[in-house]
């Protein structure tokens, strides 16, 4: 077990974040599968769903400028190998994917003919408007990106669990806030 732990500022962030994307998932598959279609709940989660995006977009650029300002804290050097090299693989998807996620979002708002708008701020439109066949296309490569985003989360979890209780080196400690 490391004694070391990702600076406050970096735990932080994370958790934050954390919370945004189950927040994301949930809402998303909520507006698009248990919500009446052009009710005025699936205008609401959507306009949150777009704003809460913006938001953790924000959010991810002050996480990497934390990163790069405070370098997290050594692997236990009993993760060896492909261990190793998937969880430096994990953590840089979890980095890329939701760039390319909200990416895709913005993507399919405004090629719809939409401003993206963080709670009714209007954001700059990055992509033209082109109509239904590139916004559908954006749509579901942003619904299939979230969903590997989901699946690399789950198996960043799963790992540190396996970590934990498994190999005994607890590096979810260095993730917490506790002393313990």
């Given at each position: 077990?490391?004694d070391e732990?990702?600076h406050?500022a970096?735990?932080?962030m994370?958790?934050?974040?954390?919370?945004?994307?189950?927040f994301?998932?949930?809402?998303?598959?909520?507006?698009?599968?248990?919500v009446e279609?052009?009710?005025?709940?699936?205008?609401?989660l959507?306009d949150?769903?777009?704003?809460v995006?913006?938001?953790?977009?924000a959010?991810?650029?002050?996480?990497i400028a934390i990163r790069l300002?405070?370098?997290?804290?050594p692997?236990?050097a009993?993760?060896?190998?492909?261990?190793?090299?998937g969880?430096h693989?994990?953590h840089a998807?979890?980095?890329a994917?939701?760039?390319?996620v909200?990416a895709?979002?913005?993507?399919?708002?405004?090629f719809?003919?939409?401003a993206?708008?963080w709670?009714?701020v209007?954001?700059?439109?990055i992509f033209?408007?082109?109509?239904?066949d590139?916004q559908?296309l954006?749509?579901d490569?942003h619904?299939w990106?979230a969903y590997?985003?989901?699946?690399?989360?789950a198996?960043?979890?799963?790992?540190?669990f396996k970590?934990?209780?498994?190999d005994g080196h607890d590096?979810?400690r260095?993730?917490?806030?506790?002393?313990k």
């Amino acid at each position: 077990m490391t004694d070391e732990r990702y600076h406050l500022a970096a735990r932080l962030m994370h958790w934050i974040m954390a919370v945004g994307f189950v927040f994301m998932w949930a809402c998303g598959f909520a507006m698009t599968k248990l919500v009446e279609d052009d009710s005025p709940l699936e205008e609401f989660l959507f306009d949150l769903h777009i704003s809460v995006g913006v938001t953790l977009l924000a959010l991810l650029v002050l996480r990497i400028a934390i990163r790069l300002l405070h370098r997290p804290p050594p692997m236990p050097a009993t993760i060896r190998g492909p261990e190793r090299t998937g969880a430096h693989l994990g953590h840089a998807a979890l980095y890329a994917l939701p760039v390319l996620v909200i990416a895709a979002g913005w993507a399919e708002t405004n090629f719809g003919g939409h401003a993206v708008q963080w709670f009714g701020v209007e954001m700059p439109r990055i992509f033209p408007e082109t109509g239904e066949d590139l916004q559908d296309l954006s749509e579901d490569l942003h619904m299939w990106l979230a969903y590997g985003m989901l699946v690399v989360a789950a198996g960043h979890v799963a790992a540190a669990f396996k970590h934990r209780w498994i190999d005994g080196h607890d590096v979810i400690r260095r993730m917490t806030f506790s002393g313990k």
